[in-house]
T-cell receptor, first 115, second 118 residues
Framework: KQEVTQIPAALSVPEGENLVLNCSFT??????LQWFRQDPGKGLTSLLL?????REQTSGRLNASLDKSSGRSTLYIAASQPGDSATYLCAVSPYYTGANSKLTFGKGITLSVRP | GAVVSQHPSRVICKSGTSVKIECRSL??????MFWYRQFPKQSLMLMAT?????????EQGVEKDKFLINHASLTLSTLTVTSAHPEDSSFYIC??????????????FGPGTRLTVL
């Protein structure tokens, strides 16, 4: 059974700092990995999706890397801003088995960026 | 593109009543939709997979007679919480997957529905 772990559960940093959020998973047979952002009381916004054959994806100040063999992914946020404060979740999809492929989520990391 | 909506965003009901939550894909057709619930400071837990035109597939431990799912069209899935009790209070989120391998199994999520059962 796939398990996804995100440690620490919470993180507080001053504005402007570069930071790394970690995600680990137990079963390396994945199809892809996604990073999401969730604001309090809101749904999920997809940030980056990395296919199992890829090593990283970039979008603006965000960079996500994937090391499938070691079961790890990192989300790098450059020059953090107070508006980045949210919970960040990673989720993995098992090797593609059709339309019902399910995501397994970590519990998320709640990030607070202090002005 | 790839927008998913949910209605209502928030609902408060009395114990014993039934509540229906709608999930719509606004700009794409979704043969598959997923229903999740999320407790405070916990991750999303998949409840069921909803397939257009067929019965939903429920995860282990989820009562199919309590959480009724209907996926009557390619843009709409509904979750009905029957005879709701306070322990059903939670944040319910749906997601939809565009068809085709090219979508890389990416799911797009709705804004969620906060259910409070008194």
């Amino acid at each position: 059974k796939q398990e996804v772990t995100q440690i620490p559960a919470a993180l507080s940093v001053p504005e402007g700092e570069n930071l790394v959020l970690n995600c680990s998973f137990t079963d390396s047979a994945i199809y892809n990995l996604q990073w999401f952002r969730q604001d309090p009381g809101k749904g999920l916004t997809s940030l980056l999706l990395i296919q199992s054959s890829q090593r990283e994806q970039t979008s603006g100040r965000l960079n996500a890397s994937l090391d499938k063999s070691s079961g790890r992914s990192t989300l790098y946020i450059a020059a953090s801003q107070p508006g980045d404060s949210a919970t960040y979740l990673c989720a993995v999809s098992p090797y593609y088995t059709g339309a019902n492929s399910k995501l397994t989520f970590g519990k998320g990391i709640t990030l607070s960026v202090r002005p | 593109g790839a927008v998913v909506s949910q209605h209502p965003s928030r609902v408060i009901c009395k114990s014993g009543t039934s509540v229906k939550i709608e999930c719509r894909s606004l700009d794409f057709q979704a043969t598959t939709m997923f229903w999740y619930r999320q407790f405070p400071k916990q991750s999303l837990m998949l409840m069921a997979t909803s397939n257009e035109g067929s019965k939903a597939t429920y995860e282990q431990g989820v009562e199919k007679d309590k959480f009724l799912i209907n996926h009557a069209s390619l843009t709409l899935s509904t979750l009905t919480v029957t005879s709701a009790h306070p322990e059903d209070s939670s944040f319910y989120i749906c997601s939809a997957r565009p068809p085709g391998v090219a979508s890389y199994n990416e799911q797009f999520f709705g804004p969620g529905t906060r259910l409070t059962v008194l």
